[in-house]
């Protein structure tokens, strides 16, 4: 099945199957390939965080409610960022927390993937919602 078409039914399935909860906070991780550490990311939604060289802008990250099948998504746009040249647009699209081959950032130095969404704590240690 071409990548396309597969990309297109679990996108598919994906609002087929339930609603899904927007949530605040991307939590990603990336893997920096030259020294080999994996790095845990909290990516406020609409915030534009750093990786390296890399800025990554979280637009919407969204999760299943427990009682359908699990599935965290998040539509991420992140730029190769380099001193003295112009932003490059390296991913811009949904990937998938169960899936993060099937839509993934191609970069020699970086990966990046999604691990999951979560709420945004206030300083009380309650949800803000």
């Known amino acids: 099945m071409a990548?396309?078409?597969?990309?297109?039914?679990?996108?598919?399935?994906?609002?087929?199957?339930?609603?899904?909860?927007?949530?605040?906070?991307?939590?990603?991780?990336?893997?920096?390939?030259v020294t080999a550490r994996i790095s845990t990311i909290d990516a406020p939604v609409d915030d534009r965080i750093r990786f390296g060289t890399l800025s990554i802008v979280v637009r919407d990250c969204r999760k299943t409610p427990?009682?359908?099948?699990?599935?965290?998504?998040?539509?991420?746009?992140?730029?190769?960022?380099?001193?003295?040249?112009?932003?490059v647009r390296l991913f811009s699209g949904w990937m998938f927390a169960s899936s993060p081959a099937l839509s993934a950032l191609e970069h020699p130095v970086y990966d990046v993937w999604?691990?999951?969404?979560?709420?945004?704590?206030?300083?009380?240690?309650?949800s803000s919602r």
């Open 114 to 126: 999604v691990v999951g969404c979560k709420r945004r704590k206030t300083s009380d240690g309650s």
């Open 3 to 33: 990548r396309g078409s597969w990309c297109c039914f679990v996108a598919g399935f994906w609002f087929v199957a339930g609603p899904a909860m927007a949530q605040e906070v991307a939590v990603l991780q990336g893997l920096d390939k």
């Open 66 to 87: 427990p009682e359908e099948p699990p599935e965290t998504s998040a539509f991420l746009e992140i730029d190769d960022i380099k001193r003295g040249e112009d932003p």
